[in-house]
T-cell receptor, first 109, second 113 residues
């Protein structure tokens, strides 16, 4: 079983829609979790960190459920510019930084 | 903030040839450094990571190796490339003073023919 798992998609949604991605992790020792965004043929860039209490940044909301070992990302009012691959990342105390396969999102006009 | 420099950006190599990808870090000291590979349409596979000079942890036993000869230098090598080594190689750094956020280089796209 992979340490971090995501549905690869693609998720095709119309502009203005709300879309949610989930990510599960198997290592209960994982300390920190993150969502990164990767545009086609580019390097990933941090979208947002994920806190246990949940956190919001504009149209984006991230949640962490340690009991069930999953992380979620909610995007409201999707824009064409949100089209990208969203990578779930996990950092452990042994300094390993692991990513899921990424979820592809395509927002359609 | 730290900046990751990575080169070459693109290379095409024949099967059996050697490889050397270089990564340097600017703007921070004693970072954790990482090498990832991303095959076409796939996720990031962690290859190696390093917490200090000469300290290398290997995640995937392959014909690749990594070295960290200086604090801000991380090198990925192979003596003989395989077709399956083709992919997008990304170097990333983790500042010890930061909030566990990775900064990535622009990547090196390798095609093995």
């Amino acid at each position: 079983r992979k340490e971090v798992e995501q549905d690869p998609g693609p998720f095709n949604v119309p502009e203005g829609a709300t879309v949610a991605f989930n990510c599960t992790y198997s290592n209960s020792a994982s300390q920190s979790f993150f969502w990164y965004r990767q545009d086609c043929r580019k390097e990933p860039k941090l979208l947002m960190s994920v806190y246990s209490s949940g956190n919001e940044d504009g149209r984006f909301t991230a949640q962490l459920n340690r009991a069930s070992q999953y992380i979620s990302l909610l995007i409201r009012d999707s824009k064409l510019s949100d089209s990208a691959t969203y990578l779930c990342g996990s950092f452990s105390g042994t300094y390993k930084y692991i990513f899921g396969t990424g979820t592809r999102l395509k927002v359609l006009a | 903030s730290q900046t990751i420099h990575q080169w070459p950006a693109t290379l095409v190599q024949p099967v059996g040839s050697p490889l050397s990808l270089e990564c340097t870090v600017e703007g921070t000291s004693n970072p954790n450094l990482y090498w990832y590979r991303q095959a076409a349409g796939r996720g990031l596979q962690l290859l190696f990571y390093s917490v200090g000079i000469g300290q290398i942890s290997s995640e995937v036993p392959q014909n690749l190796s990594a070295s960290r000869p200086q604090d801000r230098q991380f090198i990925l090598s192979s003596k003989k490339l395989l077709l399956s080594d083709s992919g997008f190689y990304l170097c990333a750094g983790l500042s010890r003073s930061g909030a566990n956020v990775l900064t990535f280089g622009a990547g090196s796209r390798l095609t093995v023919l």
